[in-house]
């Protein structure tokens, strides 16, 4: 629980000073290429992100879809819910969702990544 509190703190802090996560779920934040990532002050995303580094994806899911409801351009939020999906055996819906991350960054490192890892577990 100590572990969990901590990376909670660590990840709302990181988050809300420098806009990048400590986690490899946002590889890039989200900026891609060499700009600056966007500082998230999102307090559903760092919940989201909480969820998840605490293995409770399916909890992560209604908290992701709220945030790309609030904002359909968040490539983040979509290949968080992305990976918490195929951490869930959803391999074709975390595919659509990676695809949609991409399509908003194509240079989101985090998604490429995921989208490979769901590729290869589909063999």
Known sequence: M??????????VVTLFFTGLPTSALLADGGGGG??????????????????????????????????????????????LLGFSKRKLGRYEEALRDYDAALRINPKHRGAHEYIGEAYLALG
């Open 2 to 11: 100590r572990r969990a509190i901590f990376l909670f703190t660590l990840t």
């Open 34 to 79: 060499s700009d600056p990532a966007p500082v998230s002050r999102d307090p559903n995303m760092a919940k989201a992100m909480m969820l998840i580094e605490t293995g409770r994806f399916a909890e992560a899911l209604p908290v992701l879809e709220g945030v790309i409801a609030k904002n359909a351009r968040n490539a983040d939020a979509f290949n």
